[in-house]
């Protein structure tokens, strides 16, 4: 799967998005793969703050649990309640359908510092 | 909510952390352009980025990627298996030099289509790793090799410094766990490997949570030992995909602290036992002191 262009990455493997004053945040393709099966994806709440390379929440996998970490930090202003009920969207569709929240940035300039699309495939190639 | 409580949550100390740094990138590349296959990732381990990344250790799996078997708690391919290929040993070899392993581990997927059950190259990559690694220490994981004892006296020739064989679970739940192998098949493998190479420590592992009881796990304990086997390892059974055997129990650091203690007592030389302990994990700790003077020419 191709590593989206509009989007930033950390290296904890978050996606960000940047929408208006706004950031969604998620985990990418990579991520799942690296994970197996996720089974259950545990948020923060609405209102939450977030700090940046501390933990927010965890996706667990069949095999394992693994924290989710703050690429940035914010303040939470809307969780994707879907994945509750459906945390295989996370394997399925993990920029569109498996968005995790949507953060107010404390400082917009922080997602300029993460990673582009050609860096984090960068990281992450095996070839 | 109500689906939310279904579901047996894991516990904190299953937590890894995704460590991706270029051991691990590294080590999956050499894998990708020797074609050779690792348990690590067919099986979907929990340690993959503790042992790549961090100790750069990794258990390779010969004689193809796909087995014969279909074993219900394990996730490697099962099917029609590929042709034997002739050139693994050396590639193997070549891959165990190159990432400059202390220990290394070779399992294989189960070839029951082949007459000498894969004997005949398993034997040849040990032989292949020694002539190319002298001081590495080599342990050998074999199925039980379709319970043929010439092809485990073709292995057991090549002087392997462990014989690994898994019974996997307790007795009751074998049938349920296991495809085609049997409790008193492995119990007897281990102890004419033993009998055919008496210096050679043997080891075998068993997977908890399957719904077994503490006093199945004791007897899985007296019966390794009644066959002479040295080493044990308990680790915490868990789910590779959701369509394998359902995890029944997650079991709390202190109580495998406990199975240790118990194992210890029994007699065994070593038993490693924790929730993400696997057949090979932390291996190179337990060889004999023989082999241990090997390593340290390493």
């Keep these: ?127 | 909510m109500a689906k939310k409580d279904e579901h047996l949550r894991k516990p904190e100390w299953l937590k890894i952390k995704l460590n991706t740094n270029e051991n691990y990138t590294g080590l999956k590349k050499l894998m990708r352009e020797n074609n050779l296959h690792t348990v690590c990732e067919e099986a979907k381990c929990p340690n993959i980025h503790e042992c790549w990344a961090v100790r750069r250790t990794a258990t390779f799996m010969i004689l193809g990627s796909v087995c014969t078997r279909a074993c219900r708690f394990c996730a490697v391919k099962t099917g029609l298996p590929t042709e034997l290929d002739l050139q693994e040993p050396e590639r193997v070899a070549d891959s165990v030099a190159l990432m400059n392993l202390k220990h290394a581990v070779i399992t294989a997927v189960a070839r029951d289509d082949q007459k000498d059950g894969g004997a005949g190259i398993f034997a040849e990559t040990v032989r292949a790793i020694r002539r190319k690694s002298p001081f590495t220490t080599i342990e050998v994981l074999p199925s039980d090799m379709g319970g043929n004892y010439d092809n485990l006296k073709t292995l057991m020739d090549t002087r392997p410094d462990i014989l690994n064989h898994n019974i996997e679970t307790v007795r009751r739940l074998t049938p349920r766990v296991r495809a085609r192998a049997t409790y008193d098949r492995s119990l007897e493998f281990l102890r004419r490997a033993k009998e055919m190479q008496p210096d050679i420590p043997t080891k075998s592992s068993i997977m908890i949570g399957l719904g077994e009881t503490k006093e199945e796990i004791i007897e899985v304990m007296d019966d390794l030992l009644a066959n002479n086997v040295d080493i044990m390892a308990i680790g915490q059974y868990l789910q590779p995909t959701k369509k394998h055997l359902k995890v029944q129990k997650y079991y709390h650091p202190d109580e495998f602290a406990e199975l240790k203690e118990i194992a210890m007592q029994k007699g065994f030389s070593h038993c490693e036992a924790g929730p993400l302990v696997r057949s090979s994990y932390h291996a190179d700790e337990q060889v004999n002191e023989a082999s241990k003077k090997r390593q340290a020419q390493a």
């Design chain 1, 1 to 127: 799967m191709s590593i989206p262009k509009d989007l930033r990455y950390s290296g904890e493997h978050e996606w960000v998005k940047v929408e208006g004053e706004k950031a969604r945040i998620g985990i990418t393709h990579f991520a799942q793969s690296e994970l197996g099966d996720i089974v259950f994806v545990e948020l923060p709440e609405v209102g939450a703050e977030i700090k940046a390379d501390e933990p927010f929440g965890s996706v667990e996998s069949v095999k394992t649990v693994s924290e989710l970490y703050a690429p940035i930090n914010g303040t939470v202003v809307e969780v994707n309640e879907d994945l509750d009920d459906s945390p295989e969207f996370v394997n399925e569709s993990p920029y569109e359908k498996a968005w995790m929240i949507v953060v107010e940035p404390s400082d917009a300039s922080e997602i300029e510092k993460l990673m582009t699309a050609e860096q984090y495939e960068e990281m992450t190639q095996e070839d």
